[in-house]
């Protein structure tokens, strides 16, 4: 098929990206790097940057400072109908009198493609995103899904150098949405398209990206791996972010923190932590261990049963709750109001300010 991006796939870099509307500091100088055919996730709460990053590098937002490079080549201020950049956006955008294949061939329209051309391709793409005899259909007689679908494939029409897809699954349901998240992947392999993905939803990031950037408040706050990032978070931002953290109040002391009892090595050291000794460590619940006893100073608070694992909320004699996953078979004897030890592995931790 001729359905294809250009030889070489494009490096893109942010350069201390900088926009204010009015009062709002949308991006506070944001660096960032996606590397050739990767998909780089932008992940980060509601008003973060993510779509106002995304639109610069499309063109259609200009920072007041910092740049936005192609392959080293600056772009910062070259117009979008000359960027290389085809774009998903999160709610349905396609246009309601057009049907599917008119909806593709739109950009290449544009672009002045021949009409013949134009078709071809557009029917190219249309079986490319699994929607052939879906040609003649209007947006109103397509799902959600298939809608998505004929955006991404007029996103990819005119064969961009980079595909920008600002949370395109958002409004589709459960099922939909991981399948479509399979799709997209794939195909992007196949392509090997530089892609943008921006999410809300750290699992669809962590499933699919090469790289995960996450944002917050117009910065970076880290960009790694998903497993790097899940296993060594650089803040406490991101440690809570991705995935789910309990804290447990310990002490600073020379060499690690006391926590439950227990001596441990810091896992580096978190920025915010301040002179003060008294911190939170940081824990994932498959980190925490719990074992009926009844001399224990810990109750269990509730369990929630996920299948291969139980997950069980406890509260420490302090009164702070934390959350342990352990064997389903293991937490039999775990039921509510339980007395039990809480315990954590030998192993570096993450401390943080202490935040109560
Ligand atoms: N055109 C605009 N005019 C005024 N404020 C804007 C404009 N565009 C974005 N903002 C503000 O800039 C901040 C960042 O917005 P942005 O849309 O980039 O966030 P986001 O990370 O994409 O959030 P969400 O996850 O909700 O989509 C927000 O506070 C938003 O209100
Ligand atoms: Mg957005």
Known sequence: MTVTTPDTAATVE????????????????????????????????????????????????????????????????????????????????????????????????????????????????????GLADKGRSFPHQLSGGQQQRVALARALALRPRVLLLDEPLSALDAKVRLTLREEIRRLQQELGITTLFVTHDQEEALSMADQVAVMHAGRLEQCAAPAELYGRPATAFVAEFVGTMSRIPGRLVEGGVEVLGQRLPIDGQAPEVSATSEVDVLVRPEAVGVRAEDAGSARVVATAFLGAAVRVTVRLADGTEAKADLPTHEAAALVAGAAVSVSLPQRPVLVAERTR
Request: charged letters at 25%; proline letters at 5%.
């Open 14 to 129: 942010f350069r201390g990206l900088r926009r204010e509307f009015g009062p709002t500091v949308a991006l506070d100088g944001l660096d960032l790097t996606a590397r050739p055919g990767e998909l780089l996730a932008l992940l980060g709460p509601s008003g973060c940057g993510k779509t106002t990053a995304l639109r610069m590098l499309a063109g259609f937002e200009h920072p007041d400072s910092g740049e936005v490079l192609v392959d080293g080549e600056d772009v910062t201020r070259v117009p979008a109908h000359r960027r290389d950049a085809g774009m998903v956006f999160q709610s349905y955008s396609l246009f309601p009198h057009l049907d599917a294949l008119d909806n593709v061939a739109f950009g290449l329209r544009m672009r002045k493609v021949r009409t013949a051309g134009r078709r071809t391709r557009a029917a190219e793409l249309l079986e490319l995103v």
